[in-house]
């Protein structure tokens, strides 16, 4: 396994409430997370810095080494994650009403377990085909599912940045969780809304299949986020998948 990261704060914003980082656990196994923060006065770093770091640190104390238990322990966490920054908001006036979206990678090599929540994204490259993984459970995403716009009007609806579900907001936090092979070189893109209303997957999949490294692939999809704008917090990460005698 091959994984690259970058993150940054765009061209509008003062602040960067995105939270990116990877954890390996007491069996070699690897989590990869990034959190997108919203709400509160100071309050969405602080959600997305509760999420990765909390989730993270329980992950290193595991010895998880199967998709299905992999599953079962993220559904645990994020539960309880979700309790803890409701609680942190309640605490305090400041933080009132932050939350965070979420996506999660846990890799084995031969399949991968995807959990999200909000708009924060995974997609697949393989054969040089990208695919969207996750959905996003946005407002925009809810009008499309049901025919009243298109998916093009969606990328630049007003209220584009409006999600439904995340964590943080409510008590019942539904978010998705889905395992999904992997093979020989493909390349796993997780990232958040910064990156996807700057730059579409037609230029996401072309720098995917350049001749760059992982880091280069990074950096040239936030370049590319800025130069469009670099509306938002733009945080990538890229996982390639190689064989078991080649992994790191």
């Given amino acids: 396994m091959k994984v690259a990261y970058r993150t940054s704060i765009g061209k509008q914003r003062n602040d960067n409430e995105d939270y990116v980082d990877v ?60 309790q803890s920054i409701i609680d942190k908001s309640n605490q305090f006036a400041d933080l009132n009403g932050m939350g965070t979206t979420l996506v999660a990678a846990l890799y084995f090599t031969e399949e991968v377990v995807i959990a999200s929540i909000g708009d924060s994204r995974a997609y697949l490259l393989r054969d040089g085909k990208l695919r969207q993984l996750t959905e996003d459970h946005s407002l925009v995403n809810e009008l499309v599912k049901r025919g009243e716009i298109s998916r093009q009007a969606a990328r630049h609806h007003p209220q584009k940045n409006v999600i439904i579900r995340s964590l943080g907001i409510s008590d019942d936090a539904r978010f998705d969780l889905n395992t999904y092979p992997l093979v020989l070189n493909d ?37 590319l986020a800025n130069d469009a704008g670099g509306l938002d917090n733009i945080t990538v990460l890229l996982l390639t998948n190689f064989s078991r005698e080649v992994a790191d």
């Fill in 23 to 82: 954890f390996t656990n007491l069996a070699g196994q690897h989590l990869a997370i990034i959190a997108d923060g919203i709400g509160g006065h100071q309050g969405g770093d602080v959600a997305s810095a509760m999420a990765v770091s909390h989730l993270g640190h329980e992950f290193e104390q595991t010895k998880l080494t199967t998709p299905a238990t992999a599953s079962e322990w993220i559904t645990r966490q994020i539960t309880a994650e979700n």
């Fill in 187 to 223: 390349q796993l893109l997780m990232c958040t809304d910064g990156l996807t209303n700057m730059v579409d997957d037609q230029t996401i999949q072309a720098v995917l299949t350049s001749e760059r490294t992982a880091e280069e692939k990074c950096d040239h999809l936030i370049e």
